[in-house]
Antibody, heavy 117, light 107 residues
Framework: EVQLVESGGGLVQPGGSLRLSCAAS????????MTWVRQAPGRGLECVAS????????YYGDSVKGRFTISRDNSKNTLYLQMNSLRAEDTAIYYC??????????WGQGTLVTVSS | EIVMTQSPATLSVSPGERATLSCRASQSVSSKLAWYQQRRGQAPRLLMY???TRASGTPARFSGSGSGTEFTLTISSLQSEDFAVYYCQQYNNWPRTFGQGTKVEIK
């Protein structure tokens, strides 16, 4: 059974940093790209970043480019999202998703990031 | 960036009735179109991909059609568990973009 479990969310001040993790199980992690999608309170879905299975290719949404970094550790079956220079508009639930190969066929339950002073 | 526009924003339907949801892309996405369902308080889940292929566990009452820029998700006979928000997503180009969602509510 595929499982994706996000962690690392919380309250952070504007300008601060946070690192999200997504622990994956139930599939051969290195064979699949992974994606972070966020959902602001009461709003729709936004693709934040995607990374290839090997980790050598990454894509970012315009709103986070230069501030967020997606990475993965295939030895630990874990996906990461390093978020720097956080803004109030980054407040959202962050979901990780298994990308198969372009749409998300499995989603985690999400972790809430709140950016506020 | 490809803009995905869904209509209507809210659809009020009685249980057992048919629901038709629309999704339009600002440019062609070929057949690279997926639909997701998000129930209240839950993560989204994949319903359909490649326009019309049902994901594992998606009931046969869900069907998808369209190509290029115009797409439709049809639920033939609404069940109580189908009342949710539905999002379309194109995966032809980066960034992958979602529509703003259609909420299917009980009439």
């Amino acid at each position: 059974e595929v499982q994706l479990v996000e962690s690392g969310g919380g309250l952070v001040q504007p300008g601060g940093s946070l690192r999200l993790s997504c622990a994956a199980s139930g599939f051969t992690f290195i064979n699949y790209g992974m994606t972070w999608v966020r959902q602001a309170p009461g709003r729709g879905l936004e693709c934040v970043a995607s990374i290839s299975g090997s980790g050598d290719t990454a894509y970012y949404g315009d709103s986070v480019k230069g501030r967020f970094t997606i990475s993965r550790d295939n030895s630990k079956n874990t996906l990461y999202l390093q978020m720097n220079s956080l803004r109030a508009e980054d407040t959202a639930i962050y979901y990780c998703g298994k990308t198969a190969p372009y749409y998300l066929d499995y989603w985690g339950q999400g972790t809430l990031v709140t950016v506020s002073s | 960036e490809i803009v995905m526009t869904q209509s209507p924003a809210t659809l009020s339907v009685s249980p057992g009735e048919r629901a038709t949801l629309s999704c339009r892309a600002s440019q062609s996405v070929s057949s690279k179109l997926a639909w997701y369902q998000q129930r209240r308080g839950q993560a989204p889940r994949l319903l359909m991909y490649g326009v019309s292929t049902r994901a594992s566990g998606t009931p046969a009452r869900f069907s998808g059609s369209g190509s290029g820029t115009e797409f439709t998700l049809t639920i033939s006979s609404l069940q109580s568990e189908d009342f949710a928000v539905y999002y379309c997503q194109q995966y032809n180009n980066w960034p992958r973009t979602f529509g703003q969602g259609t909420k299917v509510e009980i009439k």
